[in-house]
């Protein structure tokens, strides 16, 4: 996505429409995320209702903010750098949406208006460092490569229902995360509202709007425990 992210959609939209959009050949090439150099990495913690569930704690009254370095992000196949200390890296499938138009304080209702597209990211963390050194987040999850993103950027008329995703997560071939985003506890629009009350956003900035998704109970007791 280019930096004028407004115009790129309506500039590849005609290219399709005029059939001079060239494929893609992507045999031996790597892909890259489906944005570069984003202002903010702004991500929702603890936002499903069955995850709060599963993890035994309290459905929260507010949106939990963290944030990921820049450096975290990474392309969809890219190999995630994992610390040569780390002894719990975790993953959870998420739902990211990319800003399209920036803003500061806007309302509830407005708040779509601002997002240029949805894509699918991984939330790597180490959980050793986000919760057993003194409970910082930031230091768990924005480590390099811990934000692997994409390969698609959807526009939302494409999109569908947003808020009816089925969102779904494998390691080494085995479904290990298996869930909606009809369990979301705050709405796209809410989360943004909340974030843009608190920090102006640029334009192509990320906002990751969940933490965990609900994996199969098996799974998720074997890797937790």
Excluded at 124 to 134: A, K, L, T
Excluded at 172 to 200: A, C, D, H, P, W
């Amino acid at each position: 996505l280019s930096r004028s992210a407004d115009q790129g959609v309506t500039r590849l939209r005609r290219a399709i429409q005029a059939g001079t959009l060239s494929p893609l050949a992507t045999d031996g090439q790597r892909i890259g995320p489906p944005i570069s150099r984003p202002g903010k990495i702004i991500c929702i913690g603890l936002n499903y209702r069955n995850h709060a569930k599963e993890s035994n704690m309290a459905i929260p009254t507010e949106p939990i903010i963290f944030m990921k370095a820049d450096t975290a992000l990474s392309g969809p196949n890219d190999p995630v750098v994992i610390p040569k200390d780390s002894k719990k890296t975790d993953w959870e499938v998420e739902l990211a949406f990319v800003i399209g138009k920036p803003g500061y304080r806007i309302s509830e209702k407005d708040a779509s208006s601002h997002i240029a597209g949805y894509c699918v990211c991984n939330d790597v963390s180490e959980r050793e460092y986000q919760i057993e050194r003194s409970g910082q987040w930031m230091k768990g999850k924005g480590l390099p490569t811990f934000g692997p993103v994409g390969p698609w950027l959807v526009t939302p008329d494409e999109a569908g229902d947003i808020n009816n995703l089925k969102m779904w997560l494998k390691v080494n071939g085995e479904y290990v995360q298996n869930g909606s985003s009809k369990t979301l506890i705050f709405s796209t629009s809410v989360l943004l509202r909340s974030t843009k009350s608190l920090s102006k956003i640029k334009k192509l900035s990320c906002l990751s709007v969940c933490w965990s998704l609900s994996a199969l109970p098996q799974k998720f007791s074997e890797r937790r425990s």
